[in-house]
């Protein structure tokens, strides 16, 4: 325990949370208690809450992790290309590629963000997770108005609406694929990866000037 009490604080707190993903991952965060994070982590029980006043503080920090995540997948997917179709059709695949690589931090990027901070109830986590959503829907609204600019958007599509429109919908088709992909390849007789392409590409019509490509 001396070697620990070495470590910095994150070091800690980054272990503690690693152990109770994957227990939030097997039994879910309700079925989840911190006796057995404590346990999985390998800390006592009483050491857990030095760097964790309870479990709500550990998802506050796992969801502020797989916001960063997610914005570090949407800012490569912007910056490779120039043209309007091949940037959206990167940011479609880097959600997919984020889903896949990192299912339940894509959930949880998914949660209720609070926004309220007029008060003293809310984690410090909670507020640098709302900052990391605006930073990423700055990149998309930024990525719109270029749309917009090329010609290649409508200019009466209002912008913070479409964005959000464009998260339910995309992180819809994602659980979508996800969750039934037997009932897409026998029922509808396409692969998980048709159907995507061609429910993004319905996305993309909504909004564009004239169909892509």
């Given at each position: 325990m001396g070697r620990r009490k070495k470590e910095p604080s994150s070091v800690?707190?980054?272990n503690i949370a690693s152990a109770a993903q994957e227990l939030f991952m097997q039994k879910g965060i309700d079925g989840t208690s911190m006796n057995e994070i404590a346990q999985k982590s390998g800390y006592?029980?009483?050491t857990l809450y030095v760097y964790f006043k309870?479990?709500?503080?550990?998802?506050?920090?796992l969801v502020l992790e797989s916001m960063e995540m997610l914005y570090d997948h949407i800012s490569d997917a912007l910056e490779a290309n120039a043209y309007t179709k091949e940037r959206y059709d990167n940011i479609?695949?880097?959600l997919v590629t984020y889903q896949q690589e990192y299912p339940?931090?894509?959930?949880l990027a998914l949660s209720e963000i609070n926004i309220d901070f007029t008060h003293a109830d809310f984690l410090p986590e909670e507020q640098e997770t709302f900052r990391v959503g605006e930073k990423i829907n700055?990149?998309?609204?930024c990525f719109i108005q270029d749309g917009i600019i090329m010609g290649d958007f409508r200019p009466d599509i209002p912008i913070l609406t479409t964005i959000f429109s464009f998260w339910g919908m995309m992180s819809g088709l994602i659980l979508t694929a996800e969750n039934k992909q037997a009932?897409?390849?026998?029922?509808?007789?396409i692969s998980r990866k048709d159907f995507l392409s061609y429910g993004f590409d319905a996305l993309y019509r909504a909004i564009a000037v004239r169909?892509?490509?």
């Open positions: 800690h707190r980054h006592s029980k009483a309870n479990k709500e503080e550990i998802v506050g920090l479609c695949q880097a339940f931090y894509f959930r700055d990149k998309i609204r009932y897409i390849a026998q029922e509808i007789k169909p892509a490509d």
